[in-house]
């Protein structure tokens, strides 16, 4: 160990951390003995994110650690900080010793001092604090590779000490784990303590392939459910316990169902087992059902408001990509729905929208959000004549930004009862109040009024590019006339901004944008992917002939949010080329989701698209 009074012999000015020069760590090492507790819990915060920073340590990393060390053993009021810092630096998977990168590496640096100090460290296998014990556990563990002969039998005596009869069951649990990483095998799967057999339960789904033995997930399953006090949750790694667990019940589809449901069975403590059930719909394919099912169980199990946000959330994210869900399903949300509490009945309403539900519109009419029109505008097209008068009182009460553009957005499924809306439209865009999607709005509605145009023709000359090309688009549909237009994208597509999105506004002009076609040309080999996919689309619009876009759009298509806009665009030309064929196969028949999506989209899952265009695209060819 090395004491601050040594700290000056190290040039910290020649090394760095994440954030350059490393001149600022004798500072902040010094600060750890400080009286002062908020300068301490600063220079603690600070050190976590410069010699170690997002998983990755630095040159100046394993000069620090004989430092750190002396801090851990001579400020016993930060004693489990700092080992616990000391283990982090030092994390790695024991592969990493046989890869050809390891030495010279920075991580092997911090193991190389942290070996020579552990001898000083093992005493803190003793501390009278339990969590001092558990933080000096991850140190030992973080070595058990890379330790010579005789330090690594003594380490390993200690720790199997731990476990054999530390009187704090988190303890000997951690021990256990501890001696999975020196190379021990212990049978804990029938121990006498919940906490053990949990810890034997991961080390073993940890050595094994999914699908996990049924004894395992029992395990999971009964001693899981009652989850670890958050001040317990101390990191292996970069991960907790917690978190790893879900990583790796994520992997069996079947197992982590079981678990989940027997996590609510038990009562969904701090909605575990209802947060898992998420994990495996967002993970894997055809689980809706189930996971909805089990998201069913845990509703009336939430403790208050606050706890059912989430698991309706989620409900009303899935339910959609339920052909038919159940009725009991559709109940619970309608009870929710009138709920006092004015969010859990919001996101009930929007999850029974969602269902399909036909009560759902009638609440939605007597409660409206810009959200809840959006969502039963878009699943009952044929409310049309209840919910545009809604949607127009909400414009015409003034509202703007994002709830403004999901009212004018809502208007676009609801067909001719929507040109009601006419005068809201044109105030909104008179008044740039989600000026974008009136323009867009009032160029596919129509009709084409001295207003309008007027007022469409204005907006193509705003400093607002987005705008200016809705407006000139629109105002090309309104009246036929493309000069406007055309001039419009000149100036875009020659200019300064996101050409991209210029592009691929180009569509309803067709062929009256062939004067457009020199500008778009050269982006068809541009360097950023979503230029391209433009350029390919607005190419195909404007000649008609998919030939120069069809290379183009093979080659982005994969399972990315570029990849599945060219899918879809070669959906709509219907041709396939052969080379594609092997990847659209596994984009339609993987049980694994290929697009995540969040839970906040209001639009179908990106992975459901991604499926059902590959198999139409298969189909048809």
């Known amino acids: 160990m090395r004491s601050p009074a040594e700290l000056d012999r190290v040039q910290w000015h020649d090394l760095t951390h994440a954030y350059g020069s490393a001149e600022d760590v004798p500072v902040l090492i010094r600060a750890l003995y400080e009286e002062d507790q908020e300068e301490v819990e600063e220079a603690i915060y600070e050190l976590y994110g410069n010699i170690h920073h997002q998983g990755t340590v630095y040159q100046a990393s394993a000069p620090a650690v004989p430092f750190l060390a002396h801090a851990a053993v001579h400020v016993p009021g930060r004693r489990a900080e700092l080992l616990m810092l000391l283990a982090t630096l030092a994390a790695h998977e024991p592969e990493d010793v046989d890869s050809p990168h390891w030495a010279g590496s920075s991580v092997a640096a911090v193991c190389a001092e942290l070996g020579r100090v552990l001898p000083d460290l093992l005493p803190c296998l ?114 907790t316990q ?89 109940d619970v949300l309608h009870g929710y729905a009138t709920s006092a509490d004015q969010e859990v009945a919001e996101r009930a309403l929007h999850a029974l929208v969602r269902s399909r539900d036909p009560r759902a519109v009638e609440l939605v009419v007597r409660r409206p959000s810009a959200r809840l029109l959006a969502a039963a505008a878009r699943h009952f097209p044929t409310a049309a004549e209840q919910l545009t008068p809604v949607i127009r009182r909400q414009l015409a009460a003034g509202a703007a930004g994002n709830e403004g553009i999901a009212l004018v957005l809502a208007l676009a499924p609801l067909g001719a009862a929507a040109r009601q809306a006419q005068p809201e439209l044109v105030d909104c865009l008179r008044t740039r109040r989600a000026a974008i999607v009136a323009a867009e709005q009032l160029g596919a509605n129509g009709p084409a009024t001295a207003e309008v145009v007027e007022l469409l023709r204005e907006a193509a000359g705003s400093s607002d590019t987005s705008l200016r090309s809705a407006a000139a688009v629109a105002h090309y549909r309104v009246t036929g006339d493309a000069d406007l237009a055309v001039g419009t994208f000149e100036q875009l597509l020659t200019g300064q901004g996101e050409v991209h999105w210029f592009m691929s506004r180009l569509e309803p002009l067709g062929s009256a944008a062939a004067p457009l076609l020199p500008l778009v040309e050269p982006f068809l080999t541009a360097e950023y992917e979503w230029i391209r996919m433009s350029a390919a689309e607005a190419h195909l619009w404007i000649t008609g002939s998919p030939d120069r876009a069809l290379p183009i759009l093979t080659e982005l298509v994969g399972p990315t949010r570029v990849g599945l806009k060219a899918l879809d665009t070669l959906a709509t030309i219907g041709r396939l080329p052969d080379e594609l064929r092997p990847t659209l196969e596994t984009f339609a028949s993987s049980p694994r989701r290929l697009l995540t999506d969040s839970p906040h989209s209001g639009d179908s899952h990106p992975d459901d698209e991604l499926r059902t265009l590959a198999r139409r695209l298969l189909a048809a060819g």
């Open 126 to 239: 003793t501390d009278a604090d339990g969590t001092v014990r558990r933080a000096a556990l991850r140190v030992a563990a973080a070595l058990a590779e890379v330790l010579p002969a005789g330090p690594r039998e003594e380490a390993e005596a200690r720790v199997a000490g731990l476990y054999d009869g530390d009187p704090v069951p988190a303890v000997r649990a951690d021990a256990m784990v501890a001696l999975g990483r020196f190379g021990r095998e212990v049978a804990g799967l029938d121990g006498p303590l919940p906490e053990i057999r949990l810890a034997a339960a991961l080390l073993t789904a940890e050595r094994c392939e999914p699908p996990y033995p049924a004894v395992l997930v029992a395990v999971l399953a009964a001693d899981g459910a009652v989850p670890a006090p958050r001040a317990d949750a101390l990191p292996w790694g970069d991960s």
């Open 242 to 330: 917690e978190e790893r667990l879900a990583q790796l019940l994520s992997e069996d589809p079947d197992a982590g169902l079981a678990v989940a449901a027997g996590w609510i069975a038990a009562g969904d403590l701090d909605a575990r087992g209802s947060w898992l059930a998420r994990q495996i719909a967002d993970t894997w394919r055809d689980r809706e059902p189930q996971v909805l099912d089990l998201l069913l169980t845990a509703l009336p199990q939430q403790p208050d408001a606050d706890a059912l946000t989430g698991p309706l959330l989620a409900v009303g994210h899935w339910v959609e990509l339920v052909p038919e869900p159940s009725a009991d399903l559709r």
